[in-house]
Structures are given as structure tokens and as C-alpha cells.
């Protein structure tokens, strides 16, 4: 069964009404300043593309062929290649910042993911991040535990329990500075590489 996240037009109307809210301050936050090589990991429709600068030259992939096709549709000039976190198709070290938004809660192997981001950002590389995190408060992710499975299902793949942070941190990250909105499960982060 197919989720919302595997259904564009579904999505991008879900995340209009988000944006609206004020995630959209934040996507203009997560992309100003990026590095001049930069690689955004699973942009689906491509609601993060149009606050790049034009000067970044920027490379765009998502695992979803279809979803994809909406970002392509919008944005033909950009190279966007289809492909997954955990296998990037690309030489160790060529980029100077890697932003992901709302992603890493839906990749299989998240540790993958971030060993693969290691690999591809130069020494002192930034990773910039938009998140929905594990929350703070026992409590809250105790919630998050119980309503996972039908989350998981419903969205397609999102695990609203994820403590991506130190996800992160163990893929030897230092998160520098961060933001919190929706209840504090939502994170803003810029993190480097120790070391
Ligand atoms: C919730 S959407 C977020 C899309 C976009 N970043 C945004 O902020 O609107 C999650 C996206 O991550 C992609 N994704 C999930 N796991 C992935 C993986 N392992 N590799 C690449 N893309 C992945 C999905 O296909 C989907 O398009």
C-alpha cells in the first residue's frame, strides 16, 4: 500500500498547509549560506529548491522515481538523479554541505545513511537538517512509540519516534546549532564532522 509520502500531489498539499505554518522560514534557513557544492538528500517534490541561490551548484536525489518526476517538472535545469542515502553515487569528499529535510525518519538504514554523507562531504564538511525527532520528554515518546506502526503505514515509511540527533552524533557529527518548533519535535541542525 502505497503511503502519503508516495503520493506527490498528497504530499506537496500536506506540506503547503506545513509551510504556511512556518516551516517555510526554516527551509529558507537550512538553505541560505550553503556551501558552493552542495547535495540535498531525498528532496522529494522539491519544496527546498526554489530558496537555493543561484550561485550553489546543487545536486538533487530522492530513492522515489515518481516523486522525483514532480521536482523534475519544476526544476529542469537542476540535476536530480534517483538514488538512495545508504548507496551515493558519487566520489568521497566532493561536497561542501549536504541538507536533508524530513528525511531521515523514512531512510531503512539510517546509519547507512550518515556513514555515506561522511563519506561524500570534503574535511570540516557542514550537515544541515530539518528533522522530526524522538521526543525530549519520556512521555511525548511514549506517544511517539505507541501511534509508530500506524504512523509508519499511513505516511509510508515515517518512524516519528526516531532519535536522529544522535543518529547523528554517533555517525561522529558535532550538532553546532539548532532550533525546535511543533512541541519540540521538530529540529533544525547544522552539524560537522569531528575531528
Ligand atoms: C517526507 S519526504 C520529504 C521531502 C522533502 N525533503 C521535503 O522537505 O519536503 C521524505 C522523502 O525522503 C525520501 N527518502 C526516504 N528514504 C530515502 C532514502 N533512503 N534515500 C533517498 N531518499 C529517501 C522519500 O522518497 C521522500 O521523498
Not at 527546498?48 to 530513492?63: E, F, S
Not at 509508519?152 to 519516534?161: D, Q
Request: hydrophobic share 40%; glycine share 10%; charged share 25%.
Amino acid at each position: 500500500m502505497r503511503g502519503i509520502e508516495q503520493i506527490p500531489w498528497l504530499y506537496d498539499a500536506l506540506m503547503f498547509v506545513i509551510d504556511v505554518c512556518g516551516l517555510s522560514r526554516w527551509r529558507r534557513e537550512l538553505t541560505a549560506g550553503v556551501g558552493e557544492r552542495t547535495l540535498e538528500v531525498g528532496c522529494g517534490t522539491g519544496r527546498n529548491l526554489p530558496h537555493y541561490l543561484t550561485h550553489t551548484r546543487l545536486v538533487a536525489l530522492d530513492r522515489n522515481f515518481q516523486i522525483l518526476g514532480d521536482a523534475r517538472r519544476r526544476f529542469p535545469h537542476l540535476p536530480l538523479v534517483v538514488a538512495r542515502v545508504e548507496a551515493l553515487p558519487f566520489r568521497a569528499g566532493i561536497f561542501d554541505s549536504v541538507v536533508s529535510s524530513l528525511v531521515f525518519c523514512s531512510v531503512e538504514n539510517p546509519g547507512q545513511g550518515l556513514a555515506e554523507i561522511r563519506r561524500v562531504l570534503r574535511p570540516h564538511g557542514e550537515l544541515r537538517m530539518i528533522e522530526h525527532v524522538r521526543h525530549p520528554h519520556p512521555r511525548g515518546a511514549a506517544i511517539q512509540d505507541l501511534i509508530q506502526p500506524i504512523w509508519t503505514k499511513v505516511t509510508g515509511g515515517c518512524h516519528p519516534n526516531r532519535d536522529t540527533e544522535r543518529a547523528v552524533e554517533r555517525a561522529g557529527f558535532s550538532i553546532e546549532e539548532s532550533g525546535r518548533m511543533s512541541w519540540g519535535v521538530l529540529r533544525y541542525f547544522s552539524a560537522r564532522l569531528r575531528g
